[in-house]
């Protein structure tokens, strides 16, 4: 009797190992509720069978001891129920066990279904993250054109700006030597008239003296002459 226990023992830790190795974690309160009922029905099942068997020795023993061949019918037709009932029970137990097998079939069948339903979800995720980091991969890049087509942009303005300001500083440069060059011939030039005016000025200043002084001296000889006239 207590091999037959461990024997149904043994075979229920191997089920219960092949779902581990399958990657179903029994854990669940109610099954493992299930199944302690259903040994604890199997050890009273046991129990009964062995007194029934007790029973049935007994009545043997009484048979044997009084040769009651009525007590010997009666234990035959027992011992037929006992074995139809033994027989029904069997296969209630072999539609049980079918059952139970169908129902943790069903709850295998439904933890790959949402196990794969994870895995599905968890490349949804994977491939949304990927293409958002790609997004903003291309947001940085494109950020990264724009500031440096802009610097691009404004050290083109800087350098025309430079070249603008050069150039014109150029300009007002050559245009103040072009001025101090006409400023220069036009002193130049003044004092060139101012020096010939000057000159015009003495030779005329010096050709008037000498008119006076021609004057004075014919006014001398007139004079001159008329006191020797008289």
């Known amino acids: 009797m207590k091999?037959?226990?461990?024997?149904?023992?043994n075979s229920k830790g191997s089920v219960?190992?092949?779902?581990?190795?399958?990657?179903?974690?029994?854990t669940d309160s109610t099954m493992l509720d299930r199944e302690r009922k259903?040994?604890?029905?199997?050890?009273?099942?046991?129990q009964q069978e062995l007194q029934q068997m007790m029973e049935y020795e007994l009545k043997m023993e009484q048979i044997r001891m009084g040769n009651d061949e009525k007590l010997k019918k009666q234990l035959e037709k027992e011992e037929l129920q006992r074995k139809e009932l033994a027989l029904k029970a069997k296969e209630q137990e072999?539609?049980?066990?079918?059952?139970?097998?169908?129902?943790?079939?069903?709850?295998?069948?439904?933890?790959?279904?949402?196990?794969?339903?994870q895995k599905a979800l968890m490349e949804k995720e994977r491939i949304k993250e990927e293409e958002e980091k790609e997004k903003a991969r291309k947001k940085q890049e494109e950020i990264r054109k724009r500031e440096q087509e802009q610097r691009i942009k404004q050290e083109k303005f800087r350098m025309?700006?430079?070249?603008?300001?050069?150039?014109?500083?150029?300009?007002?440069?050559?245009?103040?030597?072009?001025?101090d060059e006409r400023d220069k011939?036009?002193?130049?030039?003044l004092e060139k008239k101012q020096k010939e005016a000057h000159e015009a000025a003495e030779r005329k200043r010096g050709a008037s003296i000498k008119k006076i002084e021609a004057t004075k001296q014919k006014m001398e000889f007139i004079l001159e002459e008329q006191r020797n006239v008289l």
Do not use: D, H, N, Y
């Open 94 to 117: 072999r539609i049980k066990q079918e059952k139970e097998l169908m129902r943790k079939k069903k709850e295998e069948e439904e933890a790959e279904r949402e196990r794969l339903r």
């Open 3 to 9: 091999s037959t226990m461990l024997s149904i023992q």
């Open 160 to 179: 025309q700006t430079e070249k603008i300001t050069q150039e014109q500083m150029m300009l007002v440069e050559k245009k103040k030597k072009e001025m």
């Open 185 to 189: 011939q036009r002193k130049e030039l």
């Open 16 to 26: 219960m190992r092949s779902k581990e190795g399958s990657g179903v974690i029994v």
């Open 38 to 46: 259903q040994l604890e029905k199997i050890k009273l099942k046991q």
